[in-house]
């Protein structure tokens, strides 16, 4: 096994770079959508936005043909029955639309839902509540943040040290003097980005190699201090073939 370093890499163990792996993992390819709403959701949602608008001209402009009585009390009185009709035309297709609406989004699962998560933190149970993706993510970042345990590094507190070599590549903290050695074979998908490399891959234990549990990292593309980005990518391509993709996701700012 060839063990010479042909690629390092630097990066910032963040709250910004740590919220953009999360929120890629949890959306996918990256596309993130700001809220607990998939592509297809959303699009309905402009469609029937459409549809209802388009029913109520339709309405108003059938209900005008009927503006034709001789006096002004029967003329408000049609006026009146126009803007009611419209409300009630507006009113039934709204809840139909809203009833299409759920069972879109109870077919597509695909779509992250609000709900809440209960983990072990510092040994301590701990149940958070979110509205969508985001808001989950920035509270298990904020989490990371305030974790009381020494041997667990904290975002914004350190970075970590990426090495390639031809078979395999190293992760190390720089805060501690554990290092996980992972052969490219063990990695499920890696997606390059306008700023970053994003890795899902499996951990194996030493002491159960049959047990593997998928993990992830983030890697600043502009953080090489062997090699180079562009001789980067293209080693990557060729050791994951159609693992290796390359997206036009947007990296987000966290907010503190």
Not at 7 to 27: E, G
Not at 112 to 129: H, N, Q, T, Y
Request: glycine share 4%; with cysteine; proline share 4%.
């Amino acid at each position: 096994m060839d063990n010479e370093i042909k690629f390092s890499n630097r990066t910032p163990l963040s709250s910004q770079n740590i919220y953009n792996m999360l929120m890629f993992r949890d959306t996918p390819e990256g596309n993130y959508t700001g809220n607990a709403e998939t592509q297809l959701q959303s699009g309905f949602k402009i469609l029937s936005l459409v549809v209802r608008i388009g029913l109520d001209i339709y309405t108003f402009l059938l209900m005008t043909r009927m503006w034709n009585a001789p006096d002004l009390i029967k003329q408000l009185y049609m006026i009146g029955l126009t803007a009611v009709a419209v409300l009630i035309v507006d009113r039934l297709v709204s809840l139909y639309l809203k009833a299409m609406l759920k069972r879109i989004s109870k077919n597509d699962s695909s779509a992250p839902k609000k709900g809440s998560l209960f983990m072990v933190v510092d040994k301590k149970p701990v149940r958070i509540k979110f509205d969508n993706v985001a808001h989950k993510n920035h509270q298990l970042v904020e989490l990371m943040k305030k974790r009381e345990d020494p041997d667990i590094p904290r975002p914004d507190e350190s970075e970590c040290l990426f090495e390639f070599s031809e078979d395999s590549f190293t992760i190390r903290n720089s805060k501690t003097v554990q290092e996980d050695v992972i052969p490219y074979k063990d990695i499920t998908r890696l997606c390059v980005t306008e700023d970053y490399v994003f890795f899902d891959f499996l951990m194996k234990s030493d002491k159960k190699r049959a047990l593997a549990k998928s993990e992830a990292a983030v890697m600043e593309r502009s953080g090489f201090t062997v090699g180079t980005d562009g001789d980067f990518c293209s080693f990557m391509r060729e050791k994951l073939g159609e693992k290796y993709t390359e997206s036009n996701y947007q990296s987000l700012q966290y907010m503190q």
